[in-house]
């Protein structure tokens, strides 16, 4: 899949109606993982969008 196809955490944080903060922490705790991570620590994280409609049922409350 073309990378931009993929989702910036910005823009899964706004699909999911949660913030950057908590889309990061769902990534730490495994709940839901990039599938394109950019070097370094800080790199630049992309998603599967098929991964974060996934993951809605779960997080909308």
Known sequence: MPTDAYLSTAEVA??????????NRYV????????VQGPGERGARLYDPADVAALMPAVSR
Do not use: E, I, N
């Open 28 to 35: 730490q705790r495994g709940v839901l993982a990039p599938v």
């Open 14 to 23: 706004t699909r999911l109606g949660k913030s950057v903060a908590t889309v």
